[in-house]
């Protein structure tokens, strides 16, 4: 699994968070792969869009957002 920092940054009227190629594809991701995004406190997982779950053995890939120290 690969690991890389990001930041948040404004896109319309919701964030966005750039990853990169290297990684989307690793993730089995191309440009315009339709994705399930699931939210939890601190968690953001991006999934293939017919991967029901992490018990179904498809792709995933998460991103963990560390709060912006003051």
């Known amino acids: 699994m690969s690991?890389?920092?990001g930041r948040l940054t404004a896109?319309?009227?919701g964030f966005a968070v750039q990853i990169t190629k290297r990684m989307a594809k690793a993730?089995?991701?191309?440009?315009g792969s339709a994705v399930r995004v699931t939210i939890k406190l601190?968690?953001?997982v991006l999934r293939?869009?017919?991967d029901s779950g992490p018990d179904t053995?498809?792709?995933?890939?998460?991103a963990?957002?560390?709060p912006q120290e003051p």
């Open 11 to 13: 896109c319309g009227n």
């Open 57 to 62: 053995g498809g792709l995933c890939m998460a």
């Open 27 to 31: 993730a089995g991701f191309i440009e």
């Open 48 to 50: 293939n869009r017919n």
């Open 42 to 44: 601190g968690h953001i």
């Open 64 to 66: 963990r957002l560390w």
């Open 3 to 5: 690991t890389s920092l």
